[in-house]
């Protein structure tokens, strides 16, 4: 890198800054979605912190109920829950969340504009072992008028509706990366600046890649095509990766090339993904990265929701993967 790019670069850029940035190119914005983002991420420090620190503070572990859809919730589950339900109630932006912890819509401030749907934390199994987890979120606009009570129109809008959406990744390092409809853009986290600094701008997914991402330990209960998928990437002698964490295996395939596969199994008639809070907002990164999203037939973002907590198959990741993979089916 010469001189002239490392001086014209946008990288070290704060992510504030760089939000400020992206709302002067639009006169009309109000700055409501720009506090809203920072909201996020402000969440996503605090529950770095608690994550950091889970295993000294015995916050880590079970913490002895069933979230509606009778998974065993963490602590942690319970704790990024609350700390993102706070900071959006005290952020102002948000009328309504959908979350994964919790059974029915979160009504917040009648008076705002903007929807939330997320999933506090991701891949909580991995909680206790020091694997990498996430935070998921998708934000909509309201479809009802400002002032009036949040409605099911509201948060159940398709996902070619989200305004923004994006993902905390609490890995190696923390990262935040987002888009708002305008490329993809990853920020990691400074500890010692306590700021997200753009690391990672204009994310491209790779057209094809070599990786495939599927808990094959389910083989024998996906049906056929996606049995003969599995088979065709084993001849292809592609590698194998699955964290279990649906952001990390997301983020390393974006970044890499490879597919993500989550079918449904004899246990899971339609996929165990949720749609309105984790499908969407990564659908909407694939394709902004150049990817693509379905769930074996349709696109993920053109799904309608029915319910808060549906599920759905999800084929995501490098398009000539994902449409390899759809040959099969
Ligand atoms: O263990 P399985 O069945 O492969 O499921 C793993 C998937 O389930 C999830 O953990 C579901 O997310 P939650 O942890 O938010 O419930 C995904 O992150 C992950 O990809
Ligand atoms: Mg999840
Ligand atoms: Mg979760």
Known sequence: MNNKTLVGSTIGTTLDR???KKQSEFPFATGELSQLLRDI?????????EINKSGLLDIAGAYGTTN?????????????NIRFIRALKNGGQVCAIVSEEDDEIVEINQDS?????????DGSSNID????????????????????PVSR???LQKGQKQVAAGYILYGSSTMMVYTTGHGVNGFTYEQSLGEFVLSHPDITCPNDGSIYSVNEGSYFSFEKGVQQYIEYCKEQRYSARYI?????????????????IYPRTDKAL????????????LAFIAEQAGGVATDGEQRIMDLDPLELHQRTQLFIGSKKMVEKAESFL
């Open 244 to 260: 279990g964490s649906l952001v990390s295996d997301f983020h390393r395939n974006m970044f890499k090339g490879g597919i993500y």
């Open 41 to 49: 991420a402000l969440a996503g420090k605090i529950i770095n912190v």
């Open 129 to 148: 072992v020091n694997v990498s987890i996430g935070t998921i979120f998708s934000i909509y606009r309201r479809v009802s008028p400002n002032g009036s």
């Open 68 to 80: 509606v859809q009778g998974e065993e919730q963490q602590k942690l589950d319970v704790i990024a």
């Open 113 to 121: 504009n903007y929807v939330v749907a997320m999933d506090p934390l």
């Open 153 to 155: 129109e509201d948060v």
């Open 270 to 281: 339609n996929g165990k993904l949720r749609l309105v809070y984790e499908c969407n907002a």
């Open 18 to 20: 760089f939000i400020n």
